[in-house]
């Protein structure tokens, strides 16, 4: 995604690009999938919009398509002809080269995915065998089911060699689609509208744009995670605000402990833009020249002065 434009794109489960333009909204997936069929592709896309990724998601990629194969393809084509400006083609299409080959004709770039909503399979591989197809963006996404989880996703950006979408899935995994904007390969992570989202744990685009201000988010960013089972969202927002006050490129993130302690998953998460982590009250982790060690003050004011 070039430097300037938004990452954060908006998944839609209906087809009122409208309301994604009136919330400005840079750019928006398409869920034709989501729709209810026939629709009229062509029509749907003209006018002013905001940018689109079209997908049309089978079933077997935890989609509902109900089209066959042949035709949910050829949807995807019509998207592409009719201005959509990047088509997501899941990694097991038959005749991949030709379909992307068409879809490129037509001005689009080709995503190609891979999703597992059980858990999280190996994303390096996955990834690296996505690279091998030579698409325009990677994208693969787990589902974190532990505290670690969400780590898998990140390390992959951290490796990535072309632009590439990387997320887990669910409660777990909700701090990987802020998190994600910290890596210089992510070409984007997913939002949802009030009322709407298409998959477990897509966050509210106000509370991604204000709460965490992830427009602002890049290289330098380091992340506090903080166990949301002990620490309000309110909380977050204001120790997201106070640093945003003081221009320190810093986060507050939701990740979920769990039975683990904070100085566990915190090694577990070592090569992570992450500087502490805050578990339960009265457990604490913070990263030291030296590597990790348990907070002297395991709360979140402790906690952030210890850190400047």
């Not at 009122?16 to 026939?38: H, I, K, Q, S």
């Not at 084509?77 to 083609?89: C, K, V």
């Not at 997320?167 to 210089?184: D, F, H, K």
């Not at 982790?285 to 030296?290: D, E, F, V």
Request: proline share 6%; hydrophobic share 50%.
């Amino acid at each position: 995604m070039p430097r300037g434009a938004s990452r954060i794109a908006v998944a839609l489960p209906s087809p009122d690009l409208g309301a994604a333009g009136t919330a400005g909204v840079d750019l928006a997936e398409v869920r034709l999938d989501l729709f209810e069929w026939p629709v009229d592709v062509a029509r749907m896309l003209a006018g002013q919009r905001p940018r689109v990724i079209a997908t049309n998601r089978p079933p077997r990629e935890g989609g509902q398509s109900p089209l066959g194969e042949a035709d949910r393809i050829e949807a995807l084509r019509e998207a592409a002809a009719a201005g959509a400006e990047f088509i997501d083609l899941e990694w097991d299409v038959a005749d991949f080269a030709v379909v992307a080959r068409d879809l490129r004709a037509s001005g689009a770039r080709v995503i190609v995915s891979r999703h597992d909503f059980g858990g999280m399979p190996d994303l390096a591989a996955w990834a690296r065998a996505i690279d091998a197809a030579e698409p325009d963006i990677v994208k693969v996404v787990g589902t974190a089911i532990d505290s670690v989880d969400g780590a898998t996703p990140l390390r992959v950006l951290a490796e990535a060699k072309r632009p590439t979408i990387a997320i887990a899935m669910g409660p777990l995994g909700l701090a990987t689609r802020v998190m994600a904007l910290a890596y210089e390969r992510c070409f984007l992570t997913f939002a949802a509208l009030p009322g709407g989202g298409t998959a477990p744990g897509q966050i509210d685009l106000t509370a991604m744009r204000e709460m965490y201000r992830a427009d602002t988010i890049d290289e330098t960013t380091r992340f506090i995670l903080v166990d949301p089972a002990v620490v309000a969202e309110d909380a977050i927002g204001i120790a997201n605000r106070r640093f945003a006050a003081t221009g320190i490129s810093r986060r507050m993130v939701p990740w979920s402990i769990e039975a683990a302690s904070a100085i566990v998953v915190a090694r577990a998460l070592d090569n992570l833009p992450v500087d502490a982590v805050l578990a339960r009250v009265g457990d604490g982790a913070i990263r030291r020249s030296g590597g990790w060690r348990a907070a002297g003050d395991p709360t979140i004011e402790g906690v952030i002065n210890s850190l400047h």
